[in-house]
């Protein structure tokens, strides 16, 4: 069983509507967990942090955590084509701070 | 400032033939971490510096694979006797080393073909 598992997608959202992702993790000490976009042939863009139970907030982006179900979610509100991208999670795992990400959810945002 | 630089960007090798890829950190970021990809994969951890000492090397995938850092900046990762499936992206990442909420940022990658 991966540690981290992200539908792979791809998610196909009309422009303006929200996207939804869903992430799971398996390892029930991960304390942190992020969100990374990546654009096609670039390297991962972090765009969200959570660290506690609940929503987190910035601008368009909304990340969800609920540690008991071990479940990160991240909203993607009045998407754009420019929101088209791969979707990272991550779970740091250990104090050493190692990221363990899902495979990464593709987002395709249709005018 | 200044973001996290690797270099080469691209590199093709034949198989058998030892790379060096070489990672420059964010300035004063003591944590350094490389990362592989696949294509079409998520990143897979390969190993952890903090400052120069490796107190993670849980992901390198065999004794070909080898890394350094000196300075506590820039880092080395050594592939020797370079085999096909060797071929993926290497991606750095650096941080300031604060645990529990730290935030890794990425370089641009190095990306390695082996023919």
């Known amino acids: 069983q991966k540690e981290v598992e992200q539908n792979s997608g791809p998610l196909s959202v009309p422009e303006g509507a929200i996207a939804s992702l869903n992430c799971t993790y398996s390892?029930?000490?991960?304390?942190?967990f992020f969100w990374y976009r990546q654009y096609s042939g670039k390297s991962p863009e972090l765009i969200m942090s959570i660290y506690s139970n609940g929503d987190k907030e910035d601008g368009r982006f909304t990340a969800q955590l609920n540690k008991a179900s071990q479940y990160v979610s991240l909203l993607i509100r009045d998407s754009q084509p420019s929101d088209s991208a791969t979707y990272l999670c991550a779970a740091q795992t250990d104090s050493w701070g190692k990221l363990q990400f899902g495979a990464g959810t593709q987002v395709v945002v249709t005018p | 400032g200044a973001g996290v630089s690797q270099s080469p960007s691209n590199k093709v090798t034949e198989k058998g033939k030892d790379v060096e890829l070489r990672c420059d950190p964010i300035?004063?970021?003591?944590?350094l971490y490389w990362y592989r990809q696949s294509l079409g994969q998520g990143l897979e951890f390969l190993i952890y510096?903090?400052?120069?000492?490796?107190?993670?090397k849980s992901g390198l995938p065999s004794d070909r694979f080898s890394a350094e850092r000196t300075g506590g900046s820039v880092s080395t990762l050594t592939i020797q006797r370079t085999q096909q499936e060797d071929s993926a992206v290497y991606l750095c990442?650096?941080?300031?080393?604060?645990?529990?909420?730290?935030?890794?940022?990425f370089g641009p990658g190095t990306r390695l073909t082996v023919l």
């Open positions: 300035s004063g970021h003591t944590a």
């Open positions: 990442a650096s941080s300031l080393g604060d645990y529990g909420t730290d935030t890794q940022y």
């Open positions: 510096f903090q400052g120069n000492s490796a107190p993670d």
């Open positions: 390892d029930r000490v991960s304390q942190s």
